[in-house]
């Protein structure tokens, strides 16, 4: 029996069969790259936004690039040699403690929960929980140099409330729940078809638009902070930016 090889700079590969939707995908942009040198393998970028401090905002922007802006450590963005293949994107709510109102340290931003929904007995929740509401009554969008490939994913999509909830069950905290419940692999994920291939050569435009001017952070005397997180995950394309272009010149 004689299979189909995928060709290679290294030598020819024998692709795994696609049982499977990601499986399909990576042998796709193996077969798209492996011959140009790109490694393909699975990965995710983690972008992130705090909300701004105290103040009321419309819209949250996040930074996709490696060179764009002030990365957090806990960040990983796109570098400008590589390609990224979203197949599944999730997002949720950073919460943690800081020294500084408004500018979180690297040990703090490394500590943050993620949380599937504004839980009011979080502390960086407690005082505007319904503000933050406003977030899932929006929408997110990417735009890619001049064309837009995701007009509006509902944020409600990415809303998760399980059975059991942090600080729920008992007016005594050593016996109330210790931790939103958490019951699915990065619980928060939502499958995006089709999928889409960033570049790092490219300006990368992910925003969340809310319906009205919301203040999205904690209580100026809380010493929290509120952090909008966004994960994609998919396969990184190692050296892909370069030899994406050239594909995509060829399709034209």
């Given amino acids: 029996m004689k299979f189909r090889q995928i060709e290679a700079q290294g030598g020819n590969i024998l692709p795994a069969k696609a049982f499977s939707r990601r499986q399909a995908v990576f042998n796709e942009k193996a077969g798209l790259y492996a011959r140009q040198g790109v490694i393909t393998t699975p990965g995710y970028l983690r972008l992130e936004s705090l909300a701004p401090y105290n103040t009321a905002t419309s819209s949250i922007s996040f930074n996709t690039l490696d060179t764009s802006g002030v990365k957090t450590c806990t960040e990983r963005r796109l570098k400008l040699n590589d390609s990224f ?7 949720y709510l950073g919460a943690g403690a800081t020294a500084i109102n408004g500018a979180p340290t ?28 406003a977030l899932y009554n929006g929408f997110l969008s990417l735009r890619i140099d001049t064309t837009t ?21 008992s007016a005594t905290p050593a016996i109330a729940v ?75």
């Fill in 106 to 133: 690297a040990t703090e931003y490394s500590v943050q929960t993620l949380n599937t929904f504004p839980n009011p007995n979080v502390l960086s929740f407690a005082n505007n929980f319904d503000e933050l509401e």
């Fill in 178 to 252: 210790q931790a939103n419940e958490w019951p699915l692999s990065m619980y928060g994920r939502t499958e995006l078809l089709p999928t889409i291939e960033l570049n790092g050569q490219s300006n990368i435009e992910f925003s969340i638009t809310l319906p009205n001017a919301t203040n999205l952070s904690p209580a100026s005397s809380t010493g929290r902070f509120t952090n909008m997180v966004l994960i994609l995950q998919g396969f990184l394309n190692q050296g892909a930016a370069t030899v994406q272009r050239k594909v995509a010149q060829k399709l034209r």
């Fill in 149 to 169: 490939f995701l007009d509006s994913i509902p944020m409600k999509q990415f809303y998760r409330v399980a059975t059991s909830q942090f600080g729920v069950g």
């Fill in 85 to 91: 293949t979203i197949t599944d994107i999730s997002f």
